[in-house]
Nanobody, 123 residues
Framework: QVQLVESGGGLAQPGESLELSCAVS????????IGWFRQAPGKERERVSC????????YYRDSVKGRFTVSRDNGLNTVSLKMDTLESDDTGVYYCATVCTDSGTAPGVVTTWGQGTQVTVSA
């Protein structure tokens, strides 16, 4: 059974950096597509970034391109999201999940989500 646990959230000022980590247990992270999603208060959940399984192909939503970097450490079985030049619009609860679709769901596929970690960007 796959389990995901996020860590690394917190408070940052605009322009600063944070790095989130998604610890994967019960399965090899390198065999999974892992997506990062976020949800701000009063807004819909949105896909932020993704890294595919074996090929490690990455995806970023337009608003974070050039600022966020997703990576995987096969030895630690973790997937990280390095967030640079943070903006106030990056505020939200960040989740990692075993899905990379924009909707966060995949028909016929059981997806696993972490509990989320809060990121607040404020001066």
């Amino acid at each position: 059974q796959v389990q995901l646990v996020e860590s690394g959230g917190g408070l940052a000022q605009p322009g600063e950096s944070l790095e989130l980590s998604c610890a994967v247990s019960g399965f090899r992270a390198e065999w999974l597509a892992i997506g990062w999603f976020r949800q701000a208060p009063g807004k819909e959940r949105e896909r932020v970034s993704c890294i595919s399984g074996a090929e490690g192909i990455t995806y970023y939503r337009d608003s974070v391109k050039g600022r966020f970097t997703v990576s995987r450490d096969n030895g630690l079985n973790t997937v990280s999201l390095k967030m640079d030049t943070l903006e106030s619009d990056d505020t939200g609860v960040y989740y990692c999940a075993t899905v990379c679709t924009d909707s966060g769901t995949a028909p016929g596929v059981v997806t696993t989500w972490g509990q989320g970690t809060q990121v607040t960007v404020s001066a």
